[in-house]
Nanobody, 115 residues
């Protein structure tokens, strides 16, 4: 059974940091491109960052220099380190895995940036 389980979300003040984790199971994790998406209220889901099976990374312009995506293939886990958080980073964050036409999604974790 395929599972992507996100954790690490919560409430943080502006300027603070959070680290999201996504634990994968049920598929060959190392083959898949892993991504983080987010969806704010009333907005479309958007790509935040992705990391290839080889470790290459790409980021949305809005998070460059503040967020870092990484993966640990031994633990079947992808991470999103989020620093210097802003109120506009408030959203539900989703983990995504992609290999060819095969796509899996996690259930999402809420990140709220507020004072």
């Amino acid at each position: 059974q395929v599972q992507l389980v996100e954790s690490g979300g919560g409430l943080v003040q502006p300027g603070g940091s959070l680290r999201l984790s996504c634990a994968a199971s049920g598929f060959t994790f190392s083959r898949f491109v892993m991504s983080w998406y987010r969806q704010a209220p009333g907005k479309e889901r958007e790509l935040v960052a992705h990391i290839s099976s080889g470790g290459s990374t790409n980021y949305a312009d809005s998070v460059k220099g503040r967020f870092t995506i990484s993966r640990d293939n031994a633990k079947n886990t992808v991470y999103l380190q989020m620093n210097s958080l802003k109120s506009e980073d408030t959203a539900v964050y989703y983990c995504n895995s992609l290999w060819g036409s095969i796509v899996y999604w996690g259930q999402g974790t809420q990140v709220t940036v507020s004072s």
